[in-house]
């Protein structure tokens, strides 16, 4: 058995915020499955008809109306009120496959919830949208491998995935969910470095990101070696030698370390 889209399989969105945007977005890009088999809801009736006009998705006017419709839950709505999400699915869940982005929440908050409830975790980032988005996904005890994969397909549509087990869940998310706002102000510190010594704007956002972009697209292809790339443009002598000495003269190191642990706390808090 499996879940085959072609053959129909309907999603059901809960949440339409920027993550479930970006994920909804690459996944129209890549036409993972028909658009009208995507059903969205969010309160904010505005924000769900902005989606499923650009993208046809079909609109649902309730979680009951959309728990009823749909094979697959994902849900992507504020961790703070899964609790008031979890009580109107409770209403109408027939044991579909609930996929969950929440910061924190822990398969087990679904669990006691909601009788025979199969639950995959999934920690996405907004990149999703452009199509280089890094997901972790982890599962509960009874879902099948055939569901796994199909989480699996489904963000592999949106960027690079990996399985992994709950207990790393919280520090995958202060690296890769929340990493990206990290990187656009490492990216925009260059940037305005460069900007304070002549160059415009835009010359320093462009050749700042896209720098960011190769130096990345360049350390996958080389297995992670980051010391050997770093040798490799650094001379003896010259101009990157001298910045390096900067930076590990800094306490660069331990303000990373304060960032990612202080943001997995609180991923830790959420749940």
Avoid: W
């Avoid at 910061?103 to 907004?126: C, D, E, F, Q």
């Amino acid at each position: 058995m499996g879940l085959n889209v072609k053959q129909g399989i309907k999603l059901g969105v809960i949440g339409c915020g920027k993550m479930a945007s970006s994920i909804l977005g690459g996944l129209a890009k890549n036409r993972f499955m028909p658009n009208e088999n995507i059903f969205v809801f969010d309160t904010d009736m505005e924000a769900s008809g902005k989606l499923c006009q650009k993208y046809d998705f079909t609109e649902s006017f309730s979680i009951s109306d959309l728990v009823s419709n749909v094979d697959i839950i994902l849900i992507a709505t504020k961790p703070f009120v899964i609790g008031e999400v979890l009580s109107e699915i409770k209403e109408h869940y027939d044991e579909q496959l609930i996929l969950s982005i929440l910061a924190g929440v822990k398969i087990k908050k679904y669990t006691s919830a909601l009788k025979n409830a199969k639950v995959i975790r999934i920690m996405p980032n907004t990149p999703a949208l452009v199509n280089a988005g890094m997901s972790a996904i982890c599962a509960g005890n009874n879902v099948a491998d055939y569901e796994i994969d199909f989480a699996f397909d489904l963000m592999a549509n949106c960027g690079k995935v990996i399985k992994t087990t709950e207990d790393k869940m919280d520090i995958i998310t202060a690296l890769s969910g929340s990493g990206p706002a990290f990187y656009y102000k490492i990216i925009d510190c260059l940037a305005q470095s460069a900007q304070k010594l002549g160059l415009s704007k835009d010359e320093a956002s462009l050749l700042s990101a896209q720098t960011a972009f190769g130096s990345a697209k360049m350390l996958i292809e080389n297995n992670f070696e980051a010391q050997k790339l770093i040798n490799n443009v650094t001379t003896p002598g010259g101009c990157t030698e001298v910045g390096n000495i900067v930076l590990n003269n800094s306490n660069l190191q331990e303000i990373f370390d304060e960032t990612i642990e202080k943001t997995m706390q609180k991923a830790i808090e959420l749940g």
